[in-house]
């Protein structure tokens, strides 16, 4: 009986162990249907030249074609493929143009937000420094994230210039002087934070 109990305690736990492992799947691939991987710029633009060079195929299409004796007009089939091809190019062209365009938002908006709280008030306020900490901490943060994000919004401008698509000079110049601006941010932080160490341990010690 001993025997036949440990058996079904073994059987039990493999059971639990199995369906632990089923569960933490799905709840994987659930994920990433959430969170599909976005495309890489070389995809993109594949995906932009084939639909290029199929609209110049359709447009190579003869107007109307013969079968025997039976003329068929192929003028409205042909519109309607140029159209799909033209529309499928704009679709990945604006894909480029959004991303650009939201990541440098999002940064001027974070560069914004810790030039404010840089604007040092009295360090010695307990919700001061708090809020000059946070955002120090913030910064580190996204460090990472912000060094590497300009060369790739570079190449997107561009992959974009070589679509012949007309980039608004104000955003290039933006762009370019991202790093800059990031440099300057980071310089800035790493002196806020030199300075607030006699400050800390005013407050440890207080």
Known sequence: ???????????????????????????????????????????????????????????????????????????????????????????FLQYLQTRV???????????????????????????QLVRVMTMLLEVTTRTEKYDKCFDPMKETIALLQRHDVAIPLDLINEVNAGMATWRDTKRQCYQLGESLMPVQQEQIHA
């Not at 492992?21 to 994920?31: F, G, I, M, S």
């Not at 074609?65 to 091809?85: E, I, M, N, Q, Y």
């Not at 939201?102 to 919700?127: N, P």
Request: overall charge negative; glycine content about 2%; aromatic content about 8%.
């Open 101 to 127: 365009v939201t990541k440098l938002t999002k940064f001027k908006d974070f560069i914004r937000d810790s030039e404010a709280c840089f604007q040092v008030g009295d360090l010695h306020e307990y919700t």
């Open 1 to 91: 009986d001993d025997e036949e109990d440990e058996a079904l305690m073994e059987q039990a736990s493999e059971d639990t162990e199995y369906l632990q492992k089923k569960k933490a799947q799905r709840l994987k691939n659930r994920t990433k249907k959430r969170n599909p991987r976005k495309p890489s710029l070389l995809e993109v633009e594949e995906e932009l030249i084939k639909y290029e060079r199929l609209h110049d195929e359709i447009t190579l299409m003869p107007a109307t074609v013969s079968f025997g004796w039976l003329k068929v007009d192929c003028s409205p089939l042909r519109s309607t493929l140029l159209s799909l091809a033209k529309n499928w190019r704009a679709v």
